[in-house]
């Protein structure tokens, strides 16, 4: 099957910090990645998406990367803040719908 | 720019009734999908419409079945309900039906079935 797996369920860091989060994918090659953020009781808000032709993506603090070889993203919060603290979902694309992962619960400790 | 709205926010049913969700698309929005989320689980897709036709189901039974109304806004029907459609039901909007489009997540509907 085609999975999409996010390694971490829960990662805790100092406020400061850099937050390096995973999103592997397996049997498949997508064309896109997307990165949300969702708050508890909260609908997912989109970050930033990659292209498979991309390596890297940039947003203010934000960083994303995409490895084909490795099968597998990165997402990367510079500089964290305790205001990080959510869950960070990865999605691959369909045909006309997102594969969600079951996202990493960041905390950022002050 | 009024954001994608949902309702209502929380419905408690009992096993075997019927439920109907509400979603009023972002301005601008000719698609809509919906998504059920379980406790500690990623979105699942349940079905996309675009300009008032289905167009894509993910593996859900026939007794979870929508409707797009000519605004774009948005129903989900749940009929015989069962314990295990308890969940957070999101419904998103984006500019077109490609998946690579930004979904613009409401903030959902909370089902709990008893």
């Known amino acids: 099957s085609q999975k999409i797996e996010q390694n971490s369920e829960a990662l805790n860091i100092q406020e400061g910090k850099t937050a390096t989060l995973t999103c592997n994918y397996t049997?498949?090659?997508?064309?896109?990645l997307q990165w949300y953020r969702q708050d508890p009781g909260r609908g997912p808000v989109f970050l930033l998406l990659i292209r498979e032709n991309e390596k890297e993506k940039r947003k203010e603090r934000l960083k994303v990367t995409f490895d084909t070889t490795l099968k597998q993203s990165l997402f990367h919060i510079t500089a964290s803040q305790p205001a990080d603290s959510a869950t960070y979902l990865c999605a691959r694309t369909g045909a006309n719908n997102l594969f969600f992962g079951t996202g990493t619960r960041l905390t950022v400790i002050p | 720019e009024t954001g994608v709205t949902q309702s209502p926010t929380h419905l408690i049913k009992t096993r075997g009734q019927q439920v109907t969700l509400r979603c009023s698309s972002q301005?601008?929005?000719?698609?809509v999908s919906w998504y059920q989320q379980a406790l500690g689980q990623g979105p699942q897709f349940i079905f996309q419409y675009y300009r008032e036709e289905e167009n894509g189901r993910g593996n859900f039974p026939p007794r979870f079945s929508g409707l797009q109304f000519p605004n774009y806004s948005s129903e989900l029907n749940v009929n015989a309900l069962e314990l295990d459609d308890s969940a957070l039901y999101l419904c998103?909007?984006?500019?077109?039906?490609?998946?690579?489009?930004?979904?613009?997540f409401g903030p959902g509907t909370r089902l709990t079935v008893l």
């Open positions: 301005s601008g929005h000719n698609t």
């Open positions: 998103a909007s984006s500019l077109a039906r490609e998946s690579y489009n930004e979904q613009f």
């Open positions: 049997n498949y090659s997508p064309a896109y």
